[in-house]
């Protein structure tokens, strides 16, 4: 047993090595310093969420990224200018002096226990580091303290850049800087280009199902879980209004999930790819955003949003703070100004000064804007 445990350690040292070596000779192939993408999560999903987006702008910039994944157990190239290395080397990743780096981490995300540290050494040597702040640390009940912990000692060292995804979240890194030195205000987006289609002459199999009932068809996706969808909102709405059809896509999870989708008129479609959404959502006659209003959804910034306005699709949300700060998006905390929103979103669709609107505000959020953003800031560190 102990002569195997050796060989796996000497195993280790020498893929670490190789992927080290690997990098020095990316490195060599560009004047721009390698993007490390520190997180917990795989790039081997069907998901494209901001982390993704952010590392595809990345890329077209003509930067090269790295990413540490968790579900690979040797360093190999993933795809144009992207590369996937093993999590467990991501500390030393961080930490070699060696290769010119910036390094991408998540506050949310349990990157590593005692992050600030490694972030720090990264900084020492010279490398630069940019320190997400995409949600509020209750979203993780289990690991809230420690993460906040870590957050308040990244906040400490100013030569970190802080990209906040929302205004409060801005405000709470301000706080804990005592400045506002490399802390940037950075809202998720959309690709525009990727939601700029026209209805397919087949619709896809669950959505022609939908159709043939011949009813407006209000839509959502993404992740429908306890901690930040209004199960009650929804299904109050849609019991007393059986006129309208409601259809729920993606990830479901939590205790109260399944009794809202035994309401008739409420539709379940399972999590689809990033590129068949618009496939989906282009059929839906007004999109929503049914949040609960809570420490959770307070700092959210709901990356559909934005992809909605590219549908120019009428939006109706509850009244979290950043769906607030936009014209496009009718605001509907109860059933009944939920069905009222309906009635006038339906009005809309139709609407030249809303479609222009909504089209004014997706050109103003767009990830080619955010990422020239954060790059002009690294380059100015």
Known sequence: MRIKFIQNILNHIKKSNLSFKKLKSLQKDTQKPIILFASTYSMLTSMQQRGEHLIDKFIERGYIVVAADINVSRMFQYSNNLYLVPYKFLK??????????????????????HISKYLNIAIKNNNKVVYEHVDDFDLIPNMKKE??????????????IISATADGLYKEAVKYRGSDKNIILLKNAVNIEDFKIEKPQIPPPPIAKILEKQKPIIGYYGCIVDEWFDYELLSETAKYHPEFEFVCIGIKAGKNVEDMFKIDNITYIPKIKYQEIPKYAIFFDIAIIPFQRNLITANTSPVKLFEYMSLQKPIITTSINECKNYKSCLI???????????????SLKSDLDYLNLLNTEAQANTWEDRIGKLINLLETI
Request: charged fraction near 25%; hydrophobic fraction near 40%.
């Open 332 to 346: 509907a905390d109860t059933p009944q100004e939920f069905v009222n929103a309906i009635h006038k979103a339906l």
């Open 147 to 160: 993460l906040k912990a870590e957050f308040i000692k990244i906040c400490t060292n100013n030569r970190i």
């Open 92 to 113: 030393k990743l961080i930490t070699d002096k060696k290769v010119p780096k910036i390094i991408l981490s998540i506050s949310t995300h349990y990157t590593l226990k």
